[in-house]
């Protein structure tokens, strides 16, 4: 999962202090692969992008309903334009793609 966040200026501070026990809960969870926010070096600034690696469905679908979750994203939306990506493995061997 590939989330983007336009993190509005003004909003820089308080947006991460939201991000912060989020991320510190998120990493603990089981089937929690990876929890990374990064930035494009030469990228627009307070624009960051969370990578999100999870063991299945199961383990991302848990992880929505968890009050960290449910707590803190909503707060965030308010800070900042999100928008995601879900992205599955393509198997390059494949003869045809979708």
């Known amino acids: 999962?590939?989330?983007?966040?336009?993190?509005?200026?003004?909003?820089?501070?308080?947006?991460?202090?939201?991000?912060?026990?989020?991320?510190?809960?998120?990493?603990r969870e089981p089937g929690c692969i990876k929890?990374?926010?990064?930035?494009?070096e030469d990228g627009p600034p307070h624009t960051y992008t969370l990578l999100e690696e999870w063991e299945s469905?199961?383990?991302?679908?848990?992880?929505n309903?968890?009050?960290h979750f449910t707590t803190?994203?909503?707060?965030?939306?308010?800070l900042a334009k999100i928008s995601l990506t879900k992205l599955v493995t393509v198997d390059v061997d494949a003869k045809t793609t979708v």
């Not at 803190?72 to 308010?78: D, F, G, I, R, T």
Request: avoid cysteine.
């Open 35 to 40: 929890y990374q926010m990064t930035r494009a």
């Open 57 to 63: 469905q199961a383990a991302l679908d848990r992880h």
């Open 65 to 67: 309903t968890l009050a």
């Open 1 to 27: 999962l590939v989330v983007h966040f336009e993190v509005k200026p003004a909003n820089h501070t308080a947006f991460f202090a939201q991000f912060a026990p989020l991320l510190r809960e998120s990493i």
């Open 72 to 78: 803190h994203v909503p707060e965030m939306a308010k």
